[in-house]
């Protein structure tokens, strides 16, 4: 299968699976870890990806959240996103994907403009979050939403769709989607 | 082919803590008593995660539904569903947005309800805008109503105006008709071959007499009397003054 698709296997009982794709296999991994580490009533399972397309040999099961781990340092975790973001289907776009942006602390060593990465999350109608993955306190904190948001993906949160995700979650600075 | 991508995967089960009531499937490794409670609390969990589930499901197989047809449709069509379809969307649109405005008036109203409980309403400042606002609405209504009157009024003015004036444009019309067939009447007469016979014959007759006339005036100053004397000899000369064929 070289394409991802939402919903084309049933969902496994109590479980969510996210799907971390991003070339900085440590801050993923760390990430992986401080996600695991929180309190959830529903079984998390974490799948790490460096790009898409996955290899169809493995028995995976449903995905319901892609997040595109961007480092705004190098250039070619950008250009490795944007390559995969071809293997996934559109629908997984109504709310089963975000972005997160890693490294803006540190503002001299940014070589993607922030620009750029809020035209590509503004491009895909999907939330984009900014974190610093490598301090501690800020990918705890990370976790926990991507956790939260995770749940409401996976349909563990009645009331809530993975379709109210978009217009929940745009902040102030994102315009509102207006069609041309 | 691609780039293999090196995929791990992580589960884990959420934490064992001592209090964590969360009840977990048997399956899973570790014994852990699992409390009848936590059996009926995973359950109920699992049934409001299973409906939710089935709804996403449902919507997206009622969206899926709406797929546009493979079979090759002219660009007209094309257009005319992709107007329907943004139609349908900005009607959506609206509708969202009164529903949330009625949420919102409707989440105002008990608030005021809840405030107006709260405080003496006699003396507040919001008693006095309300009664406020109730005159001018008064006032608005009953202007509103008077410029309705004038506006029937007017309408039934003009209403006659324009009556008097179709009336006045058909008696018109009547007069022109009527001095157009009296026209066409007198040249229809004046054409008719009656009128010409009738023409001709005074003529004759006038020649005729006009001859005899002559006749007679040569007569009476050929027989040499005295014409003078006489009045009727004299009326007969002397109508060698009028010419007939003048009157």
């Known amino acids: 299968m070289s394409v991802l698709r939402p919903l084309d296997k049933q969902p496994g009982l109590n479980t969510a699976t996210i799907l971390l794709v991003g070339t900085e296999d440590a801050l993923l991994q760390q990430l992986a870890d401080s996600m695991v580490k929180e309190d959830c009533a529903s079984e998390l399972r974490v799948h790490l990806a460096r790009s898409l397309p996955l290899p169809s040999s493995v028995n995976r099961p449903r995905i319901d959240l892609i997040v595109f781990v961007i480092n705004l340092h190098s250039k070619y975790s950008l250009r490795n996103v944007e390559e995969s973001l071809h293997h996934v289907d559109a629908t997984f776009f109504l709310g089963k994907a975000a972005f997160l942006a890693t490294g803006a602390g540190r503002e001299s060593h940014c070589s993607i403009h922030r620009n750029t990465i809020m035209k590509l999350a503004h491009t895909y109608r999907s939330p984009l979050f900014f974190c610093d993955l490598e301090i501690e306190s800020f990918r705890a904190t990370m976790a926990q939403r991507l956790v939260r948001v995770l749940q409401i993906c996976a349909g563990h949160v009645p009331g809530v769709s993975a379709l109210n995700l978009p217009s929940l979650l745009r902040s102030s600075e994102t315009p509102a989607p207006e069609d041309q | ?247």
């Open chain 2, 1 to 247: 082919m691609e780039i293999q991508p090196g995929e791990q995967a992580a589960t884990e089960p959420p934490d064992l803590g001592a209090g964590g009531g969360d009840g977990r499937p048997p399956h899973v490794a570790g014994a852990q008593e699992t409390r009848p409670e936590d059996r009926l609390t995973l359950l109920l969990r699992l049934r409001a995660q299973t409906k939710q589930q089935l709804l996403e499901y449902k919507s997206m197989v009622d969206a899926s539904e709406e797929k546009t047809p493979e079979q090759i449709m002219q660009d007209k069509q094309i257009e005319a569903k992709i107007e329907d379809l943004e139609n349908e969307i900005e009607e959506v649109k609206t509708a969202f947005e009164m529903k949330k405005l009625a949420l919102d008036r409707m989440q105002l109203s008990i608030a005021l309800k809840k405030n107006l409980e709260k405080i003496n309403p006699q003396t507040s400042v919001l008693m006095d805008n309300m009664k406020h606002i109730l005159n001018l609405n008064k006032l608005i209504m009953k202007s509103h109503q008077e410029s309705w009157d004038l506006e029937e009024k007017l309408l039934d003015v003009r209403k006659k105006r324009l009556q008097l004036k179709q009336a006045s444009e058909s008696k018109l019309l009547e007069i022109q008709t009527e001095k157009n067939k009296q026209k066409d009447d007198l040249a229809l007469m004046e054409n008719s071959d009656k009128i010409k016979a009738i023409n001709q014959n005074l003529q004759m007759e006038i020649q005729i007499t006009t001859v005899i006339q002559h006749m007679f005036q040569n007569l009476i100053l050929g027989s040499k009397a005295n014409w003078a004397e006489d009045s009727a000899l004299k009326e007969i000369v002397l109508q060698l003054e009028k010419n007939l064929t003048m009157m």
